[in-house]
């Protein structure tokens, strides 16, 4: 059996949502989840007991980050990637594609992988099916994701065939490499851009393979949110019902609703973590700007509906004046109550699927939201 | 009776070092202590719950610094210090004296005050005896300090024998001006530099007023450390001895052992928060730098000896990482260290006084430590 399993516990009764579970070596994940990002081995600003206890139950991290830095032979001498960074639960690695594609002129793709030069030192390294599987067997991630090429938006029909395509032998190099399928799974990742029948081919060949689990990739990468979600409309129906879906880089709140109603499990995205150390929160009445001199003398909580760590405890008068005193504690309170926030929607969205009133939930929350 | 008061508990068999307590609004302080600074409302890095869990009874905070942003009226309103930052234990707050007189060729000393301009925008303030109390009233803190002037190092005698006696007139402007004896208390400062009689001059004058507490201050300005202890040698003398004694500015192990030799009960230095930041930790074997080649594959604790959380759960290697990738966690994990060690220290350093044993517990702390 594979080291992560998907349980599916309910279908919506008017939509595609659905409420499951991810059994992994460390620890069920509840589903759908929002998976804080934790790029270089830490969830930045936060320390692991205060991402546990807001009840994340995955986290994120990076494989060109962490094999750059410190390597993953040292995080491997250190007992693994749990170890190594204090945390005990549920760990998903992306493959470090998307970052090496994403170096632009740094970088040039073949079909043995992609050449690199680090953004650190400028060193040269080669990123490819096999060394990425490799890295993240050395990590001991509970869910690697394959090495695939995530073509830009907008690209032309030809680039993105050849790219899923690619993509596709890719992956079958990435299940051959893969030594550790008792303690990490691999998941697919199906590409095909904006393009229905490329979707649909690029399901059908992932498919195949007969992997624990599928992300769609692809999206989220500059094209309308609209646009988005009517490829997530069909990407969806060509994925198995018993393998838990990823929707890859997707975070704000809209998104997170779009994504669940129309049957995603998981979402990852750097966006909660991001905007707080920039002074930005998520709020159950829209984002706050935390350095608008409106705060000044409001001695509030940032979110009269929030029971974080932040909100129980500060105002947004002092938020304000550690954001504009470039003191740490800023970027750690806006960080704790930006993925409390994320983490307790998320729970908010799984207790309305048992409740079959998932669209009654959502909204309730765009009406107080406000416009995304 | 005066809002803080001091208790003398036992005094060393063999030297001045004495046990007391000092009594505030905020609760009770055992001495001797070390003060972790939170120039800005926020010691910097620290959930306020971290820096009381690992016994921290008191913590400094910044008349310059809170005056200029986010402002003392807004403190007021939000309903003093403690409540603003969420620290419920005892708050020093300084006169903001040291830091405009750092400012250089930004301020200009008269008998009235100093008139500078702010290192944040270069608006021109002036910052007065009564100005200062007026701020550390607003801010509420249990100890506030008298504004003084901190004479350089070297400064000869006739300009160090102006100064003190205009910190004399000042401390009487403070006392004067100070509007909340019920709730807070007013420490005078000790000034005369290297100059015994100075010392001495100054001690007469300002004991004269009978503060609740009393703090020698010229001292730590670049002096050499032996002159600065043969000058405390005398200083501590010249104290009333039922009032605690506060050396200003000065946090390192060794500084901490020499003061207290010499009878002093409160210390309080950015050192070990800055020097957090900067990737450097304290440890029971000496300083350590984290950065160094040598910690790469090392996944033991930074201090055998430590059991703080960031010793009890990461690695010199993991700590080492996250300084080299620049993650606030660096910052959070260190500066945890460093605050529990300096923290630690003086309670052993008490428990040492109790038995009649601090002489031996200094040489035992040296041995390990090595070279200052």
Known sequence: ???????????????????????????????????????AATVKAMRPEEVKEMGAQIILSN???????????????????HKFMNWDRAILTDSGGFQVFSLGDLRKITEEGVEFRSHIDGSKHMLSPEKSIEVQNALGSDIMMAFDECAPYPADRNYVKNSLERT????????????????????????????????????????????????IGGLSVGEPKELMYSVLDYCVDYLPANKPRYLMGVGSPDCLFEGVERGIDMFDCVLPTRIARNGTAMTSRGRVVIKNAAHERDFTALDPECDCYTCKNYSKAYLRHL??????????????????????????????IEEDRFLEYKKEFYDKYGKF
């Open 323 to 352: 954001f504009k005193s470039n003191e740490i504690l800023s970027s750690m309170l806006l960080t704790n109550h930006n993925l409390h926030f994320l983490v307790k929607l998320m729970g908010n969205i799984r207790k309305a």
């Open 63 to 81: 494989t060109y980050h962490l094999y750059l830095r410190p390597g993953h032979e040292i995080v491997r001498e250190a007992g693994g990637l």
């Open 1 to 39: 059996m594979a080291a992560v399993t998907y349980e599916l516990l309910k279908t919506d009764n008017r939509t595609k949502a659905r409420r499951g579970r991810v059994h992994t070596p460390h620890g069920s994940i509840e589903t759908p989840v929002f998976m804080p990002v934790g790029t």
């Open 168 to 215: 596709t032998r890719w992956l079958a190099r990435c299940k051959e490499a893969h030594k550790n399928t008792d303690n990490q799974s691999l998941f697919g990742i199906m590409q095909g851009g904006m393009y229905q029948d490329l979707r649909y081919q690029s399901a059908m060949e992932i498919v195949d393979l007969d992997l624990p689990g599928y992300a």
